[in-house]
């Protein structure tokens, strides 16, 4: 099939990583694929291709919020002429796209078209903004939101849980189809000791003992400073926490870690290029995901189980839709200090234990394909039945 992909991405986080890795698997499929975006890149499959030339929205961040509203809004027309252009060029068989909060245009110009819309939704984002930034209209922005979920023809939402929020808002639930983030499953390898070697040593970790780990962006919310704490107990003297990426929480990590005497034992290494972290993870003896919204579906939690790594997670809904407790994974209490301290202490001290967790999680991610590669043939399936 011919794929048009839509999105309004400028960061290169992993919303990017979340991108590429989808676009790459329709192409692996057999499918033809162009794109249309804000920010044109010489090849959005390279991750750090130079863009095409400089986008002239990189500004609209640091406007004021009612003004930087009205801009985003103001996308919509612009992404309609986008989308017409490419479609008339390109004449794809179905527009698949990357929600973007106020963006309008796909839904537009499929309209006019006549062409299939997918719409993917990571989040519920009036309600996202609405707790972070803030939002000037936000009467606006919700009815917004509900003429674009209801204009597809199909939704791709990450979690059953946020399926959920979206029926609320009178999509048909068999619009809705669940796909959550994925993997390349080929990009990780069976861990040995020569592997955990070189990843340790890319790390800086030169003195022997159990590595907790996290990758990605963190923030006061993840509750990492709950993992500082329970280090400081006397059966995690000899443990340490690394923090692969970076995030606004490291200066209160960094208190975290002087109050409690435990400095040198929690590392920041920084960010890393998304393509190291399959090695990277085998430094890891467990890996960490302390606290997640309500409705997501953490990229970094699947890298984790296709790694094989043991895996402690909080006990919410949109993580059982993929973790069993004492299965492939240990699911602790949300916000719960006392419960993650003792995860951390059992898994340290039960290397059976951690290898059963961790082949477990591996199993689930090959049984349930929950890869990018099953994403593509998840939707192209379901947009066949459209016709």
Not at 325 to 348: F, I, K, Q, Y
């Amino acid at each position: 099939m011919k794929i048009l992909y839509h999105h309004r991405t400028q960061a290169e986080d992993g919303q990017a990583v979340h991108i590429r890795a989808l676009q790459q698997a329709f192409v692996e499929e057999g499918h033809e694929l162009d794109e249309v975006a804000l920010v044109e890149r010489a090849s959005t499959l390279a991750p750090h291709a130079p863009k095409a030339k400089p986008s002239p929205w990189r500004g609209v961040t640091k406007l004021p919020r009612f003004a930087r509203e009205a801009a985003e809004y103001a996308y919509t027309l612009v992404a309609e002429r986008k989308v017409l252009a490419a479609a008339r060029r390109f004449r794809p068989d179905f527009v698949y796209e990357r929600y973007a909060f106020g963006n309008l245009g796909g839904v537009r110009a499929c309209k006019r078209l006549g062409l299939p819309l997918v719409l993917e939704v990571n989040s519920p984002m009036v309600l996202e903004l609405s707790r972070t930034r803030g939002l000037s209209f936000p009467g606006f922005a919700r009815r917004m939101e509900t003429r674009i979920f209801r204009g597809a023809d199909l939704v791709c939402v990450v979690t059953g849980v946020l399926g959920d929020m979206l029926a609320e808002y009178g999509v048909p639930r068999e619009r809705l189809l669940v796909t959550p983030n994925g993997v390349h499953l080929e990009q990780y390898r069976e861990p040995s000791p020569e592997g955990r070697a070189r990843a340790r040593a890319a790390l800086g970790l030169d003195a022997p003992g159990l590595v907790f780990g996290f990758t990605g962006y963190y923030r006061d919310w993840h509750r990492l400073d709950l993992v500082v704490e329970a280090l400081a107990t006397p059966e995690l003297r000899d443990a340490r926490l690394v923090l692969v990426g970076e995030g606004p929480a490291r200066a209160e990590l960094e208190a975290c870690a002087r109050s409690t005497g435990t400095t040198a034992r929690v590392h920041f290494v920084g960010p890393k290029l998304h393509a190291e972290i399959p090695a990277l993870l085998e430094a890891f003896d467990v890996a960490l995901v302390p606290a997640i919204n309500p409705y997501a579906s953490p990229l970094k939690l699947h890298e984790y189980m296709a790694a094989r790594l043991a895996v402690i997670a909080p006990d919410q809904p949109n993580l059982r839709e993929l973790l069993a407790a004492g299965e492939n994974a240990w699911l602790v209490r949300p916000g719960d200090g006392e419960s993650l301290a003792t995860a951390l202490r059992a898994l340290a001290g039960d290397a059976v234990l951690r290898a059963r967790l961790g082949a477990s999680a591996r199993r689930t991610i090959v049984e349930r394909d929950l890869t990018w590669r099953g994403n593509a043939k998840r939707v192209v399936d379901a947009v066949r039945g459209l016709r």
